[in-house]
């Protein structure tokens, strides 16, 4: 009897597809080729090919399976998975509407399969879709901003301050235990300044449906989990330099990042000319 569907080796795509995205993505194109029947797993793989900013891509999967199932009459007739298909699309067309800026239609569905899209991901922050796609549409007074919360407050009217006082505490500027410290040393400082040049840019992860991850190498920069790391992520709004959150993180090398290391060679030719410079003068007063 013919196999639809390998539960071992759709997993094995599936969850590392944030430990290492492209060889997730070389996965699940191995495994539609074996199995491309398998309609209820196409959502997974369209997802990722969003997350990985392969748009076009994950757009024509999306109406090429489409049509494969509007073919498949043995398919159709069986609703459970139809249903299972579609649940798994509903998520794929919502961020679909929210990147292309059809944001009545976003919040429609939204609300429409709210019961639906939380038992997909018990995460999904239906709430913050809403209010995300309201703003989007000026239907928002940003002079309520301080009555919302943080990420309300952000994305209502961004404001950099807020989100330095948001990631104190990741600089060890509170007494609270937390897992993901930077380091006493880190240059916190000029780093900022340095990721709001570069945000946003094509190394993004479309993480959700109205963020982006980004990552940034400096070695040593400070701890997560109690291990030492060389690596921090930055969590912006969509295709934005509005900036939301920001901490130390334990990644592999296959996840896409910027070098800023270069930040902390400036910082020594900077101590180099200006120790020579103070010697020069030391020599000159003697004199």
């Known amino acids: 009897m013919k196999n639809y569907f390998n539960t071992l080796e759709f ?4 969850n590392i597809k944030w430990i290492n995205p492209e060889l997730s993505l070389k996965l ?7 199995y491309p029947y398998d309609y209820s797993s196409y959502s997974f793989y369209i997802d990722l090919l969003i997350n990985l900013n392969y748009l076009n891509k994950a757009r024509d999967l999306k109406n090429k399976v489409s049509k494969m199932v509007k073919m498949d009459t ?14 798994g699309m509903l998520y794929v067309e919502i961020r679909f509407l929210i990147i292309d800026g059809k944001y009545e ?17 018990k995460g999904l922050n239906i709430k913050g879709i809403l209010f995300y796609c309201r703003k989007k549409l000026g239907l928002l007074d940003p002079d309520k901003r301080d009555n919302n919360c943080y990420l309300f407050r952000q994305i209502l009217d961004y404001r950099d301050d807020d ?9 060890g500027m509170t007494d609270e ?37 980004y990552f940034f190498k400096f070695d040593n920069c400070g701890r997560n989990n109690y291990k ?43 101590e180099k000319r ?14």
């Open 105 to 121: 239609e976003a919040m429609e569905l939204a609300i429409k399969y709210e019961n639906v899209l939380t038992n997909i991901d």
């Open 11 to 14: 997993d094995k795509a599936n």
């Open 28 to 34: 699940f194109n191995e495994y539609f080729k074996k």
């Open 163 to 171: 989100f330095i006082r948001h990631v104190q505490k990741h600089l």
């Open 74 to 87: 043995i398919y159709q007739n069986n609703i459970d998975k139809v249903m299972h298909l579609n649940y």
């Open 228 to 270: 030492i790391t060389d690596y921090f992520e930055v969590i912006a709004l969509l295709d934005s330099g509005e900036l939301i959150t920001m901490f130390p993180t334990n990644i592999s090398g296959n996840i896409p990042f910027i070098d800023l290391n270069y930040l902390k060679e400036n910082d020594v030719v900077m």
């Open 274 to 287: 200006i120790s020579q410079i103070d010697k020069f003068y030391k020599r000159y007063q003697k004199k």
């Open 177 to 213: 235990e937390n897992l993901c410290v930077f380091n006493s040393d880190f240059p916190f400082s000029k780093v900022f300044d340095e990721i709001k040049k570069l945000i946003p840019n094509d190394k993004r992860l479309r993480c959700g449906l109205f963020d982006n991850k």
